[in-house]
C-alpha cells in the first residue's frame, strides 16, 4: 500500500468526476420565447425552457419590464419542457427589454433575460407581481449558462489538463536545475519523461479546448492571447525535443537540453501569465472576462473542479514515473547490448 | 570607508557566484547578481566589445551580408507587391523581415568562433563577461540593422502608413523589437552553435521563444503607426523591457554552463 494509495486516490478521484461530472444534470432554465417583441394588450405565446418540469408543477410566470412586474393570466403547461402564457400587457410599461421570469416548487426561480422587446409608450404602470412565496431549487445540478449550455462539463477535462501540464514541466525544469548542478543523466532522463508526458496532456487540453471552442465561439481556433501561448508552449517543447535530437553525445545533450528548458520555462511562464492580461480575450480569465471564480463561485461546480484537478494532476504524474522506468529499462538494455 | 565596504561586498558575493551558483538560497543569490554585475569587470567586458568590434571591422562582409539580406529581401518583397498602403498589412511584412534579419544576423554571432579562438577566449575572460558583452554588441547590431530595415523597407514598399504615425514612438517601438530579437537569440544562437547545427536549429529553437515577443511587438507598431501615443504603446514597450531584462539575467545565470565543454 505504501508508495501507491495515491495513485489508488487518481483513479478514485476520476471515477467520481467522470460519473458524476457527466451524469449530474444541468440546472432547469428558460432557453427560449416565441415572440420577438409584445405590444399593449392579450398577447400569447410560448416559453420553452430546458430540464425544467413544468408539467407536474404548475409553474408562474411574469414580466419583468424595466423592474416592473406583471403576472401571467393564464399558464398552461404543454410539457415539461414548453409552456403557453397569456398576458394582459398594460398600457403604461415604458419602451424596453422586458425580462420574463418564472417559479414552481422544483425548479425554483428561473429567468430570461431581455426575452423580447416591449412597444410600451408609457412611464410606468402599477405593478401587479404573482401572489407566490419563491423558494430556491434545492436538487444538485451544474449552473445553465447561456452559450456554455451542457458544454461546462468540460472544465473538469480541459482546465486540469493545463494544471498536469504545467505541474509536468515544472517538475522537467526543476530536473534540468539538477542536471546543471550535478551533470546527473538520470535527471536529465527525469526531465525528459516529464516533457513528454506533459506534451500528451498539452495536445489533450488542445483537443479538448478546440471542442469546446467550436461548441462556444463557434471556432476550432481562434487567434487569441491564451491560445497563442498554448500553441507557445507546444512548440517550446517541440523544439526542446527537436534540439535533443540534434546532438550524439549524452552529456552535452543533457547540458544543452537543461540549459534550453530552464530558459523556455521562465519565459513562457511570463508569457503565458502576462501575455493574456495586456489585450482582449474571449477566453475566462483575461481582458475583464469573468475569471474563473465566477464559475467556481457555484458550489456544485467546485465540487468536481477541485477533484478532477487533483486526480488528473496525479494521473499525469502517474504516467510520468512509468514512462520514466520504460525509458531507465530502455537504456538498460542498450548499455546491455552494447 | 564607505566604498571600500562595497567593493569587498561585491567581491565576496561575486567569489560566492562564481564558487558555486546553487548553495545560496535564490532570492540571495539574485539580489547579490546584480550588484555584481555593477562592478563586474567592467573592463572586460569592454575589452571583448572591441574584440567584436575589431573582427568586424576585419570582416566587413560581415555586415555587408547582413545589410544585403536586408535589402534583397525587401527588394523581393517589393517585386511582389509594389507598393503597400495597408497598414497592418505593411506592419506586418516589415516585422517578417526584420525577425529573419535578426534570425540572420545573430546566428552567426557564436558561429564564428573556431574551438581555438574559443578556448583562448575561456582562458582569458569569464564566460558571464562573453555573454554580456555579446549581447550588448547584438543588441547595438540590431538596434541599427531594425533602422536600416526600416529605411529601406519605406523606401521600396512606399511610406504611406507611416504619414499618420506617432514617428517617435514608431522608432522607438521599432528599435526596441530589434533589440529584444537580439537579447533573445544571443542566448540560442548560443545554444545551437554549441549543438553544432548552425542557424536551422536557431530558428526552431528561437521562432516559438521569440513569437510572444513579435506579437505584443507588432501590437505595439500598429498602434504606434494608427497614430496612438505613448499613452497606448507604452504598455507593450514596458512588457517587452521586462522580458528583456528576464532574458539578460536568464543568460548571465546559464551561460557559465553552455560554456564550458
Given at each position: 500500500m ?15 468526476v ?17 415572440v ?12 420553452t425552457?430546458?430540464n425544467t ?5 404548475a409553474p408562474?410566470l411574469?414580466?419583468?419590464n424595466d423592474?416592473q412586474k406583471?403576472?401571467?393570466?393564464s399558464?398552461?403547461p404543454?410539457?415539461?419542457a ?10 403604461g410599461?415604458?419602451?424596453?427589454m ?11 426561480p428561473?429567468v ?5 422587446f ?16 419563491e ?11 447561456a452559450?456554455?449550455n451542457?458544454?461546462i462539463r468540460?472544465l473538469f477535462?480541459?482546465v486540469?489538463?493545463?494544471?498536469t501540464?504545467?505541474?509536468l514541466?515544472?517538475?522537467?525544469f ?6 546543471l548542478r550535478?551533470?546527473?543523466?538520470g ?15 498539452a ?29 507557445v508552449?507546444?512548440l517550446i517543447?517541440?523544439a ?15 547540458r544543452?537540453?537543461?540549459i ?5 520555462y ?28 465566477s ?6 461546480l467546485?465540487a468536481?473542479?477541485?477533484?478532477a484537478?487533483?486526480?488528473?494532476i496525479?494521473l ?16 538498460l538494455?542498450?548499455?546491455?547490448s552494447d | 570607508m ?7 561586498f ?29 562592478t ?14 575589431q ?6 562582409h ?14 523581393v ?10 497598414t ?14 535578426a534570425?540572420?544576423?545573430l546566428?552567426?554571432s ?5 574551438s581555438g579562438?574559443?578556448?583562448y ?6 564566460p ?6 555579446r549581447t550588448i554588441y ?6 541599427v540593422l ?10 521600396f514598399i ?8 506617432q ?11 530589434g ?7 544571443t542566448l540560442i ?6 549543438a ?10 528561437g521562432?516559438?521563444?521569440v ?11 500598429k ?8 499613452d497606448v504603446?507604452g ?5 517587452l523591457?521586462?522580458?528583456?531584462v528576464i532574458t ?12 564550458r565543454?
Amino acid at each position: 500500500m505504501k508508495g501507491w494509495w495515491w495513485k489508488g486516490l487518481s483513479v478514485v478521484l476520476l471515477l467520481y468526476v467522470v460519473i458524476v461530472g457527466l451524469r449530474t444534470p444541468l440546472g432547469p432554465a428558460l432557453v427560449h420565447v416565441s415572440v420577438e417583441r409584445i405590444a399593449p394588450g392579450e398577447v400569447s405565446f410560448e416559453v420553452t425552457g430546458y430540464n425544467t418540469h413544468f408539467k407536474e408543477n404548475a409553474p408562474h410566470l411574469w414580466l419583468e419590464n424595466d423592474g416592473q412586474k406583471v403576472c401571467a393570466t393564464s399558464v398552461t403547461p404543454i410539457s415539461d419542457a414548453a409552456v403557453s402564457v397569456t398576458f394582459t400587457v398594460p398600457q403604461g410599461l415604458r419602451e424596453s427589454m422586458t425580462s420574463i421570469r418564472a417559479w414552481d416548487v422544483k425548479d425554483g426561480p428561473l429567468v430570461l433575460h431581455e426575452a423580447f422587446f416591449t412597444e410600451g409608450r408609457g412611464t410606468g404602470i402599477t405593478e401587479t407581481p404573482c401572489a407566490i412565496q419563491e423558494t430556491a431549487r434545492t436538487s444538485f445540478a451544474f449552473p445553465n449558462r447561456a452559450i456554455l449550455n451542457e458544454t461546462i462539463r468540460n472544465l473538469f477535462f480541459h482546465v486540469p489538463m493545463w494544471f498536469t501540464m504545467m505541474v509536468l514541466m515544472t517538475i522537467s525544469f526543476w530536473q534540468s536545475l539538477r542536471v546543471l548542478r550535478t551533470g546527473d543523466l538520470g535527471a536529465d532522463r527525469m526531465a525528459l519523461s516529464a516533457v513528454d508526458v506533459s506534451l500528451l496532456f498539452a495536445a489533450l487540453g488542445l483537443i479538448t479546448g478546440s471542442i469546446w471552442a467550436r461548441a462556444t465561439w463557434g471556432n476550432w481556433w481562434t487567434s487569441d492571447p491564451k491560445l497563442n501561448g498554448a500553441a507557445v508552449t507546444v512548440l517550446i517543447y517541440a523544439a526542446y525535443l527537436i534540439l535533443r535530437g540534434s546532438i550524439p553525445d549524452g552529456h552535452k545533450r543533457a547540458r544543452l537540453a537543461a540549459i534550453y528548458n530552464i530558459f523556455a520555462y521562465v519565459l513562457m511562464f511570463v508569457f503565458i501569465m502576462v501575455l493574456p492580461r495586456l489585450t482582449d480575450s474571449l477566453h475566462p480569465g483575461n481582458g475583464g472576462n469573468p475569471a474563473f471564480s465566477s464559475y467556481d463561485l457555484d458550489s456544485s461546480l467546485r465540487a468536481l473542479f477541485y477533484p478532477a484537478v487533483i486526480g488528473w494532476i496525479l494521473l499525469g504524474v502517474w504516467a510520468y514515473t512509468l514512462h520514466l522506468r520504460v525509458s531507465r529499462l530502455k537504456a538498460l538494455s542498450d548499455d546491455a547490448s552494447d | 570607508m564607505h566604498s571600500i565596504l562595497v567593493e569587498k561586498f561585491a567581491r565576496q558575493s561575486l567569489r560566492a557566484l562564481r564558487f558555486n551558483l546553487f548553495s545560496a538560497p535564490s532570492a540571495v543569490k539574485l539580489f547579490f547578481a546584480f550588484f555584481a554585475v555593477r562592478t563586474m569587470r567592467s573592463t572586460e567586458i569592454a575589452h571583448l566589445l572591441k574584440l567584436e568590434w575589431q573582427l568586424d571591422r576585419r570582416q566587413k562582409h560581415a555586415w555587408g551580408s547582413m545589410a544585403l539580406y536586408v535589402v534583397s529581401t525587401v527588394y523581393v518583397c517589393y517585386q511582389g507587391v509594389r507598393h503597400l498602403s495597408e497598414t497592418p498589412i505593411w506592419n506586418a511584412l516589415f516585422w517578417i523581415i526584420l525577425l529573419f534579419a535578426a534570425f540572420n544576423a545573430l546566428g552567426r554571432s557564436f558561429q564564428r568562433e573556431n574551438s581555438g579562438r574559443q578556448l583562448y577566449l575561456y582562458t582569458l575572460a569569464s564566460p558571464r563577461s562573453v555573454v554580456l558583452a555579446r549581447t550588448i554588441y547584438n543588441a547595438i547590431t540590431m538596434a541599427v540593422l531594425s533602422l536600416l530595415s526600416l529605411a529601406a523597407y519605406a523606401l521600396f514598399i512606399g511610406s504611406a502608413p507611416l504619414e499618420g504615425a506617432q514617428m517617435g514612438t514608431f522608432i522607438l517601438v521599432v528599435m526596441a523589437g530589434g533589440v529584444g530579437f537580439a537579447l533573445v537569440l544571443t542566448l540560442i544562437s548560443a545554444l545551437a552553435a554549441r549543438a553544432g547545427n548552425g542557424i536551422g536549429l536557431m530558428a526552431i529553437l528561437g521562432f516559438p521563444i521569440v513569437l510572444p515577443m513579435l506579437l505584443s511587438v507588432m501590437k505595439a507598431s500598429k498602434l504606434a503607426l494608427d497614430g496612438m501615443g505613448w499613452d497606448v504603446t507604452g504598455k507593450y514597450v514596458i512588457w517587452l523591457l521586462l522580458i528583456d531584462v528576464i532574458t539578460v539575467v536568464l543568460a548571465w545565470l546559464l551561460f557559465p554552463y553552455l560554456w564550458r565543454d
